[in-house]
């Protein structure tokens, strides 16, 4: 049991805070967020050189590899800064995805240009129901001479309009998943792009009969492998709610000390000091349900992980919603506003909850996790 | 950072499995688990007795008391397995209360005088803070003594005192200037339970049990070197016990066996031909409580790594004791919900196992509405909590 970090997992933390300090006000993020294009190159290059596009990347390959910790440390804060490029996608998921799955040729001729920030990378997963359950998953691949034939539809892709590498997973013949990287360009997907409700782009792709040759064949085929990527960005997902979270409750507490009504501060009102009490522990248990998904991220052990990191979404899924509505009946009219920071941070909070999998689809899978565990005691216990 | 237990720490855990395996009473074991307080006042004591043969009788206390000088991961770790095994409750009104008062601000003839036999099991100590008139408010207590030559003369009435009809001693706040500033006319008084002028009257409370009592004090005599600490300083004693205990280490072992006979019991009830666990409904219910006790399990350790590392103390205590509280309150409940109708029948008997479960699980539901009265009340921590956040 350690609740400390390492100096270079602070370091990375600090690195990232003072970007966002110096170099992420609430103005140019709202210049940003105004722009045709939803997110700044520049911005991300300045990632690339601060080291933080490689956090995931192994370091036989250049990266810093600072492991789940460091992922969910440099996540708080850019949760609670609101970043519009796509860390998540693209310097999470993305490239672990291609560190974790992709051939040695692969990494070498992906993983460079996606830690310069040169390139941008998305996994292409999600569809309706199946983030988790990869049964339900109805994009195919189709085995033909040298290459592959796609056929589906995947919708909501974070950050697909800004990717030039899309990571497709997609059912095989045989029942058996992989991950297809192609050229975001490609003529042949049909797009939909469109602005989510917190202010970052995503895309709804349509896949029709798309040939691929064999070195864009990602994966051995494992159904558990796209899982881990899955969770890994799952971990990360809600250590970004967190630093969101801390960031709220902040806001809030120095906003009912600022407020004055009555000739006295909202803050010396017990109506609303219990409010806030009740959000602190919410936010402190998300905390903690996030380190335990940070923990068991890449746990081989699936049924630990599944437990862990659905329960984490689930109980952080419903520390944002409760929490980022008290934030915004605290701040009162000007919760309302879209001036305020608070309204933004509501917003990713509620995209938070839709994205990887709903709270209710978490805890769904929590309940069935449960289950089968009390039916393995039991039968141990009476076998 | 890893959430995990270190090897050592699973060694501990592992060893003190053992050591309850072995030395449980099969008999204390299952009238705890049945929730059969008749032999309270017998298997107290003899527990603390096994345990102090180990000892392991005050984990909590440092070595040169006697206590095991434990680590608070060690701590933990021996609570919930003990809670787990169904092992009865360690009285925490001497080990853990007033001990520490006296390890703190008792004098070497005190402590050497009181402590052993808090350690060995000889004493039983009961808690006399709480009035009539003095809940939240416990400052403005009423309970009068003067000086009297080398003794004091106690006049008063304490109430809620836990489990005081088997105590041999009372360890009380009393007013000794009644001029003073609340706080500052408070002394912390030793008082033996045989001396002439106290009567204890039972409470009997909603769950058809006498755990609480009246203690009545008319003119009883306690000498002066029963006070602990200074004259009127008794309120800086008061606060150091309250704060004493920051994690809460207590709870949670309690709260994980007791969502482990929630997970049996709907096992085991059919609802409409198929257990009640498979009911999605219900066990979405049971779902969110245990992924809640895993947030709070996490939030303790915490704490607990805080505390070794003398991190600057928070809200954490306030926030542990809610949380805690509401999560063992919300368990009980359910236990309530599975048995439905059935839940009606309460019988106060023990012989039959099927109805015995049905009332422990009524009679815990109505007792616990103490949790989140008793020890500073819910809405108290809120306010601890806000003062500490907002700094109003």
Known sequence: ?383 | MDVNFSPDELAFRDEVRAFLRDNLPAGMRDRVRRGDDRCLREDIPAWQRILHGRGWGAAWWPRQFGGTGWSKAQQFLFETECALACAPSQLAFGLKMVAPVLMRFGNVEQQQRFLPRILDGSDWWCQGYSEPNSGSDLASLETRAERDGDAYLVNGQKSWTTLGQFADWIFCLVRTDPKAKPQRGISFLLVEMKTPGISVRPTRLLDGRHEVNEVWFDNVRVPIENRVGGENEGWTCAKYLLGHERTNLGGIGGAKRELERLLALAASIERDGRPLLDDALFSTRIAEVEIELTALTLTNLRVIFAEARREAPGPEASMLKIRCTEVMQRISELEVDALGARALEFDDSFDDEAEAQVTRAVRAYLNQRKLTIYGGSNEIQRNIIAQMILKV
């Open chain 1, 1 to 383: 049991m350690d609740f400390s970090f390492s100096e270079e997992q602070l370091l990375l933390e600090t690195t990232t805070r003072r970007f966002f300090a110096s170099e992420y006000s609430f103005e140019r993020r709202f210049d940003i967020l105004r722009s045709e294009a939803g997110w700044s190159r520049d911005v991300w290059r300045q990632l690339g050189e601060l080291g933080l596009l490689s956090v995931s990347i192994p370091e036989e390959h250049g990266g810093v590899a600072a492991g789940p910790v460091g992922a969910m440390l440099v996540s708080q804060a850019v949760g609670a800064g609101l970043l519009l490029e796509p860390y998540h996608s693209s310097a999470l998921v993305a490239t672990h995805a291609i560190a974790r799955l992709g051939s040695v040729e692969q990494r070498e001729r992906w993983l460079p240009d996606l830690a310069s920030g040169e390139r941008v990378a998305v996994l292409a997963h999600e569809e309706p129901r199946a983030v988790l359950d990869l049964s339900r998953m109805s994009t195919r691949a189709t085995r033909v001479q040298r290459g592959w034939v796609l056929n589906g539809h995947k919708f909501g892709v974070y950050h697909a309009p800004m990717a030039d590498l899309l990571l497709v997973s997609a059912r095989l013949d045989d029942g058996k998943t992989a991950l297809f990287a192609l050229p975001s360009s490609l003529p042949e997907i049909a797009r939909r792009n469109f602005r989510t409700v917190d202010g970052q782009r995503a895309a709804d792709l349509r896949f029709e009969n798309v040939c691929v040759s064999d070195d864009a064949y990602l994966s051995a085929g494992a159904d558990a492998e796209l899982l881990e990527v899955l969770d890994f960005g799952i971990a990360t997902l809600c250590a970004e709610a967190v630093g969101c979270l801390r960031r709220v409750l902040e806001a809030t507490i120095e906003y009912s000390r600022a407020r004055t009504q009555f000739g006295v501060p909202i803050a010396s009102f017990q109506a609303l000091q219990h409010r806030m009490a009740d959000m602190l522990i919410r936010v402190e248990e998300a905390r903690s349900m996030s380190y335990l998904a940070t923990t068991r991220a890449l746990d081989a052990d699936a049924g630990s992980r599944r437990a862990a990191l659905s329960g984490a979404k689930a109980l952080i899924g419903k520390a944002a919603r409760r929490v980022g509505q008290e934030a915004v009946q605290l701040h009162g009219g000007m919760g309302m506003t879209d001036e305020l920071d608070i309204s933004h941070h509501f917003k990713r909070l509620l995209a938070f909850e839709l994205r990887f999998g709903t709270t209710d689809e978490h805890l769904e899978t929590y309940r069935q996790q449960m289950l089968a565990a009390y039916r393995r005691s039991e039968n141990t216990s009476h076998g």
